[in-house]
């Protein structure tokens, strides 16, 4: 006699300020706990006992990394999925009603359906690491924006003032990137994939340090799943007979800018990237086009090098 096969359990948690609302799928049970550190507990206990596949919560801005730390400490497989996409899901499902509870069940569903692997969070280290980079690039928009101000600005007094708060973000910025230095220095698992990465003519500590914080991947991924985790795949647009242009889009907004520019400046200081540049530019392709394919071809080369611990220097290009 052979025993029953045990039920796939799924687990939604629609993570607001105050509450945390959990779905069961398929049974489509709900319950909810405050979102505080008893309420966390609870919930990770009881969630513990029931032994899921899988439990999925949306990024909401940060209000979901606490439950996601104490699931992970369960060791409780979870992932944080896009919003967006959970949205969509529920329009297809012709579910229009939104509320929490729903939330909870159709983040379950969502998980079933997509067949989704659980991804924990980064390390506390690496989080860190990421928390300075991004909030860096919140300083440089930030001065970008006060810069264009500045420009179209004739009234004295609010020129003065506009230049006061450039100089603070240039302090602020500054004082950063003295933190980044030394964050970097210290951490010999950092401080070796930064000089690896900084090896690539083109690129310096700025995307140096987008990458090791964002894209903690690179050196594990294969060419598709790397131009989709960035967004430099080009996906198509074809319906019957005619065929659109490929677009990219999605993936990881930060990295992609980071990569770009050091592609942009590869154009000019890296012979591999310089030379695909000027092919497909002779080709007629646009400068959109070209420089797509040169980020691809800069991060297939950065993901070969991390992957064989093989400084620029080293690497055969002929063979990536």
């Known amino acids: 006699m052979t025993s029953r096969k045990r ?8 993570v607001c300020k105050d509450r945390l609302d959990v779905g069961f799928w398929p049974s489509g049970n709900t319950f909810s706990e405050p979102n505080d550190a008893k309420g966390i507990a609870r919930l990770v206990k009881r969630l513990s006992k029931r032994n899921p596949s899988l439990v999925v919560l949306e990024s909401t801005g940060k209000l979901e990394v606490p439950v996601a730390l104490e699931l992970g ?79 179209g600005e004739l009234i004295p007094k609010v020129r003065k003032s506009l230049k006061k708060s450039i100089a603070w973000l240039n302090r602020q910025i500054e004082e950063l990137d003295n933190d980044l230095e030394s964050m970097i220095k210290n951490s010999p698992t950092f401080s070796d994939l930064s000089e690896l990465i900084q090896s690539v003519p083109g690129i310096g500590p700025t995307t140096s340090n987008m990458i090791i914080a964002c894209l903690p991947e690179v050196g594990t991924m294969n060419r598709r799943s790397a131009a989709a985790l960035v967004g430099v795949a080009p996906f198509n647009r074809d319906s019957g ?15 992609r ?29 646009e400068f959109k086009v070209a420089m797509m394919a040169c980020i691809r071809k800069l991060l297939v080369i950065l993901n070969a090098m991390v992957r064989d611990n093989t400084p620029w220097r080293q690497t055969s290009t002929a063979a990536i």
């Not at 039920?7 to 629609?14: H, M």
């Not at 929490?100 to 390390?123: F, G, M, N, Q, Y």
């Not at 000019?268 to 695909?276: F, G």
Request: charged content about 30%.
């Open 7 to 14: 039920e796939k359990i799924y687990v939604g948690i629609d």
């Open 241 to 255: 007979k005619s065929q659109g242009k490929r677009l990219c889009w999605g993936g990881r907004a930060g990295v």
């Open 257 to 285: 800018k980071a990569l770009y520019m050091a592609a942009f400046s590869g154009t000019r200081h890296n012979p591999v990237i310089k030379a695909m540049y000027q092919r497909l530019r002779a080709k007629g392709k």
């Open 73 to 151: 400490e369960a060791g409780v497989p979870y992932r944080i999925v896009n919003p967006r996409q959970v949205r969509d899901f529920a329009k297809a499902l012709g579910l229009l009603a939104k509320t929490d509870r729903i939330d909870s069940i159709v983040l379950a569903r969502w998980a079933e359906s997509a067949k989704l692997e659980p991804k924990t969070l980064p390390d506390a280290e690496r989080r860190e690491l990421r928390g300075l980079v991004m909030r860096r690039l919140q300083l440089i928009q930030s001065k970008v924006a006060e810069g264009n101000r500045l420009k």
